[in-house]
């Protein structure tokens, strides 16, 4: 269902979190169709994310420390260590890799393909309220619009939770995909926004990627004969 999900085996044990959307807004489903590419100059950057949740840690686990020294009464949670961090980097990194979607839509279903990844599949009925829900070997996936923004939940049997929310822009010309990545405590999972722009499929261009240590590097890519 997912490449990557090797990664996870480092993560064993951890508990499920509370991101988990519990109800929706009324639908208001907007046209999703058609084909987007990433648009790196506005998206997020993995390795900012990292620093800025490394930080976070770094001054909750200064806190904690403070606090233990002045005998002070405190709540104390468990905080991921940096291979965890990293770990959690990388399977966010799998996750968001696709670069290029292409939305099929009608009012009954929301098909998302993604390139080398799988696809997301959305059974909806259009203008109602609610979750369609599937299970199968490696967890349980729901989906449905929330208000102007169709939602997507993966809760995987091992303990990581994936979420992909969906909303176009009022121009129709801009994508937004933020991807929520969770294991262990809800208070540090990887947020992470990419934005698409439509593009013609017939077009010679550039075909881009971001990693964790290459950065982002381009290839041209040319159309098959």
């Known amino acids: 269902m997912i490449s990557g999900v090797a990664l996870l085996l480092l993560l ?8 988990t959307i519990t109800e929706l807004r009324p639908a208001t489903p907007q046209s999703l169709a058609g084909f987007w590419e990433v648009d790196y100059s506005r998206s997020d950057n993995l390795n900012e994310q990292l620093s800025t949740i490394a ?3 770094q001054r909750e686990a200064a ?8 005998v002070r009464p405190f709540v104390a949670s468990a905080l991921p260590n940096s291979n965890e961090l990293v770990t959690l980097a990388r399977l966010t990194e799998v996750i968001t890799e696709p670069t290029l979607l292409e939305i099929y839509q009608d ?4 098909r998302i393909k993604r390139d080398n990844s799988f696809a997301l599949d959305c059974a909806v009925s259009h203008g109602t309220t609610g979750f369609s829900q599937t299970v199968d070997v490696v967890g349980a996936q729901r989906c449905g619009w929330d208000a102007d923004q169709l939602l997507f939940e993966l809760q995987l049997f091992e303990g ?4 992909h929310r969906f909303s ?18 809800s208070a540090y999972p990887f947020r992470f926004n990419q934005y698409f722009t439509r593009y013609d499929p017939g077009e010679l261009g550039y075909r881009c990627e971001r990693t964790l ?4 590097v381009c290839t041209t890519q040319k159309e098959s004969p």
């Open 168 to 185: 176009v822009s009022q121009s129709r010309d801009t994508l937004l995909m933020t991807t929520v990545v969770a294991t262990g405590s």
């Open 160 to 163: 990581l939770e994936v979420s």
């Open 213 to 216: 240590t290459r950065g982002t």
């Open 12 to 19: 064993n044990g951890c508990a499920a979190t509370d991101e």
């Open 107 to 110: 009012d009954s279903r929301v």
């Open 55 to 57: 930080r976070r840690v």
């Open 63 to 70: 806190r904690l420390a403070r606090a233990a020294e002045d």
